[in-house]
T-cell receptor, first 115, second 116 residues
C-alpha cells in the first residue's frame, strides 16, 4: 500500500520568509510519480509539479523549488521569499502503477503567509 | 491547456433531492476522470474512477447506487448524488487525466454540496 505523510499540519510565516513543506512517501513500487498540488481558499486544486522515480534532479520554477531524495523517500517543497498569495493548503501526492496510477494524497499543509 | 470545468460550483437543496454534478475537460480528451470527496480541513478521498464508455470503478466503502457516475464522452463525466441526505454534504471535486496513466490529474473547481 502507498502512503504519503505531510507531518506539518499548519505553518505560519511572515512575507518574504522562505518556507519548506515536507513530504515523505512510502511505496514498494520502483516506478512511481510524485506530485504537489496547491489548494487556495477558493477550493480548486492547482497542479504544481510531477516527478518520476527515476529523476532525482531538483527542480526550480521561479520562487518554487523541489528537493527529491529517494534515499530518505522525501519530496520537499520550498517557497522562497513567500508572498501572501502563497497562502493555501499544499498537498503532496503519490501514484504508482500497481494501483493504476491513482493518486494517494497526504493530509495537506496549511500555509499562511502574513503581511 | 488542460482545463477542467466543474458545474455547479455550489448547490443547496432539500433532503431527498438528487443532485447532478458535471465535470468537463475543455481543451483535451480524457479517457479517465476521477471523483473525490473532501471534508473540511481534510484531504481528498477518492470515490471512483470514471472510464469513458465503461462502468466506473468505485473505491471500497463508496455506495455505487448512491453515487451514480456516467462517463458518456471523452470530455464529460457526471456524478449524481441520489436521494441526498445531510450526511452527503461535502465538497466534491473531479479531475481528468491528460494522456497516459502516469500523467498529472487536472482538477475542476469543485462543487460545494449542502443538503438541508
Amino acid at each position: 500500500a502507498q502512503k504519503v505523510t505531510q507531518a506539518q499540519t499548519e505553518i505560519s510565516v511572515v512575507e518574504k520568509e522562505d518556507v519548506t513543506l515536507d513530504c515523505v512517501y512510502e511505496t514498494r513500487d520502483t516506478t512511481y510519480y510524485l506530485f504537489w498540488y496547491k489548494q487556495p481558499p477558493s477550493g480548486e486544486l492547482v497542479f504544481l509539479i510531477r516527478r518520476n522515480s527515476f529523476d532525482e534532479q531538483n527542480e526550480i520554477s521561479g520562487r518554487y523549488s523541489w528537493n527529491f531524495q529517494k534515499s530518505t523517500s522525501s519530496f520537499n517543497f520550498t517557497i522562497t521569499a513567500s508572498q501572501v498569495v502563497d497562502s493555501a493548503v499544499y498537498f503532496c501526492a503519490l501514484s504508482v502503477g500497481g494501483s493504476n496510477y491513482k493518486l494517494t494524497f497526504g493530509k495537506g499543509t496549511l500555509l499562511t503567509v502574513n503581511p | 491547456g488542460a482545463v477542467v470545468s466543474q458545474h455547479p460550483s455550489r448547490v443547496i437543496c432539500k433532503s431527498g433531492t438528487s443532485v447532478k454534478i458535471e465535470c468537463r475537460s475543455l481543451d483535451f480528451q480524457a479517457t479517465t476522470m476521477f471523483w473525490y470527496r473532501q471534508f473540511p480541513k481534510q484531504s481528498l478521498m477518492l470515490m471512483a474512477t470514471s472510464n469513458e464508455g465503461s462502468k466506473a470503478t468505485y473505491e471500497q466503502g463508496v455506495e455505487k447506487d448512491k453515487f451514480l457516475i456516467n462517463h458518456a464522452s471523452l470530455t464529460l463525466s457526471t456524478l449524481t448524488v441520489t436521494s441526498a441526505h445531510p450526511e452527503d454534504s461535502s465538497f466534491y471535486i473531479c479531475s481528468a487525466r491528460l494522456g497516459g496513466s502516469n500523467q498529472p490529474q487536472h482538477f475542476g473547481d469543485g462543487t460545494r454540496l449542502s443538503i438541508l
